[in-house]
């Protein structure tokens, strides 16, 4: 007689809190309890114990899903160490179930919650278990609550964010100790003076995400979702963790390989505060120890590496490398770490083609388009292992090249592209409001005009973004701009790109307006390769092709409608359609072009141009075939 007073969605959270423990938000609803008399107390207990499937987590909505999405645990997302490049010891993962509420903006944080989400999937997707769309209108709140490790007592602690999409404001009980704008880079707060002894600590976050309203960088990502544009992205998106350093510590590690010398040129930054603090770097080779050096902090060391084993994706070398701080003579900080010997350039072949080069030999690129979405997860891949199988199954159908585009992954997914050995083209996320029509006028020369807002955020979002990659070797090339989207001062972005990442190569707009700056021409054309255009003083590459589309019943983002630039209906009839444009991708590598970009590697939502399902359940193509063709266009420009 009592149901009608209580609102569904309210048993959930509370019957969730029950299995899960309690949070702040558990805490705020339990105060309900008081307004009950005990008959009712025991009934609405009784209700809870009746309703075991309110207690569980479970994926959002009916849209198909990978095989790691759905064997997906919500106790244990995302634990893999989530910055393998400077590794410390001890760390705690803050992923899992946290509480969320969707309010207007401008309102302050909510007393009472609306459910839990899964962090770290956005709150549109599928395994956040929210699937809606928060929209600039709004604001998405997030609250949780965690320990210190009593082992990490006297330590700072470190509050890390991989990535927030797009403004992120962010308190430790109660007090505000930062905030953040940027949807691709990770971001961190040292939150020491903030804490609370050894009670739970209240952790609260609050996202603001304009979307495609916006000028900030968001890639593909609008709020009306349609051929080649998908579902927007809200919030935490990539893990949350915390780490303990000393008061001095490590910030960051920039290695820059100069084969030529056979020198690796280090600066490692850190928070040091005497003036005799320095730093020490152990090198190993194949975990053989090959040498110490040292030098005060923020000084550049030179680092010679005899005859090195060079990095390339036939052989994907890395050394390992310790780092550690001393302060007063004593070690404070050590991460462990690793680099790369390798060189990205470009020369005249015997032919008069200006080739690029990779470890001073001519180096055909041979890639595909991979823009990094998922049905389960959207910009979230469902686990780490999903991260690993694209890269892997690039490289199985013999490509040697990812084009990373319009979005940034997490770090992870950097160091698998090292370890595995395949060179990345990195673009920067388009935005701003240029509207379609606009980015399909090439070659006018005419670049958008930008708010000063809109270009003082770009400028410092590029350059986190630069800094946040630098350390990775695979990355080889840097894209700031992608088929006139956003393009503005061209010249002066790609020479500013240029003059502050010297050891890479710049492609100053993919298949969009063409200046005369930057270190390629790179063009698109749709579905067959072609070169229109040619550079005799830069490298010509085709950084975007193909597009060939098959639709495979039930792994599908939508049955009843999809699209490709190209479209049949069998495995086989787009194995031959990839083979002949590859039969005509070499004789135009014959005549100029020097590094090709196949669209791509999976489908996404609509979209059904990929090698492999959206789910990645099934592989479109004969990859055999496919594999030898594109070995054959890789081994021409060594044959000649």
Known sequence: MYFHIFDLSFFKAI??????????????????????????????LAIIIAMPAFAQWEPAGERIMTSWGEDLDPENVWDAYPRPVMMRDQWKNLNGLWDYA????????????????????????????????????????????????????????????????WEAHVWINDIKVGSHKGGYDPFYFNISPFLEGSKEQKLLVRVWDPG??????????????????????????????????????????????????????LKVMADAHGSGDYYEVRVFEDGRFIG?????????????????????????????????LYSGGEV??????????????????DHGIVRLQLNNE?????????????????????????????????????????????KVEPARWYTHCDRVGI?????????????????????????????????????????????????????????????????????????????????????????????????????????????????????????????????LEDHLWEPERNWGYIRFSSREEVTDQYLEYAGELKKLIMAGISGAVYTQITDVEIEVNGLLTYDRKEIKVDADKIRQANIEIRSLLKQR
């Open 292 to 324: 110490s050096h040292k030098a005060s902090v923020f000084t550049e060391l030179e680092v010679h590496i005899e005859e090195p084993n060079l990095w390339s994706p036939e052989t994907p070398f890395l050394y390992d490398m310790e780092v550690l």
């Open 423 to 551: 060179l990345v083209w990195q673009d920067m996320p388009s935005g701003d409001k240029t509207p379609v029509w606009q980015m399909r006028q090439y070659f006018d020369g005419v670049e958008l005009e930008r708010s000063p807002v809109s270009e003082e955020n770009f400028r410092n979002e590029w350059k986190n973004i630069i800094d946040y990659l630098y350390p990775y070797p695979s990355i080889v090339t840097w894209i700031p701009f992608n088929e006139a989207w956003g393009q503005f001062k061209t010249v002066e972005i790609t020479e500013w790109t240029k003059q502050y990442d010297p050891s890479r190569l710049v492609i100053p707009a993919s298949g969009g307006n063409h200046f005369q700056t930057g270190d390629m021409l790179a063009i698109h054309n749709y579905p067959n390769p072609r070169l229109y255009l040619y550079d005799a003083q830069r490298p010509t590459v085709l950084s975007e092709f193909g597009g060939i589309g098959l639709a």
């Open 362 to 406: 001519d180096y055909f690129p041979m890639g595909t388009l991979d823009q990094g979405w998922w049905p389960d997860g959207l910009y979230t891949a469902p686990s780490d292992e999903a991260l690993l199988y694209d890269i892997q199954k690039t490289k199985d159908l013999g490509f040697n090249l990812i084009r990373k585009h319009v």
């Open 102 to 165: 969707i309010t207007p903006v401008n309102q302050p944080a909510p007393e009472v919650y609306h459910g839990e989400i899964l962090v770290p999937f956005p709150a549109e997707s599928s395994l956040s278990g929210v699937k809606k769309q928060v929209g600039e209108e709004n604001f998405l709140w997030y609250e949780r609550t965690f320990n210190i490790p009593p082992e990490w007592e006297g330590r700072d602690i470190l509050l890390h964010f991989g990535a927030v999409d």
């Open 212 to 265: 495609d309203k916006g000028y900030q960088p968001r890639g593909k990502q609008v709020s009306e979702p349609g051929s080649i544009w998908y579902t927007s992205v809200t919030g935490i998106w990539q893990t949350v963790w915390i780490e303990p350093v000393s008061k001095e510590y490590i910030k960051s590690i920039k290695a820059t390989p100069d084969i030529d010398r056979e020198m690796l040129n």
């Open 332 to 349: 404070v900080d050590q991460v462990s770490s690793y680099f790369a010997m390798r060189k990205i350039s470009y020369a005249r072949d």
């Open 15 to 44: 019957a969730l809190k029950v299995k899960t423990g309690p949070t702040c938000a558990a805490k705020k609803r339990g105060l309900i309890f008081n307004h009950f008399s005990m008959k009712k107390t025991i009934l609405f």
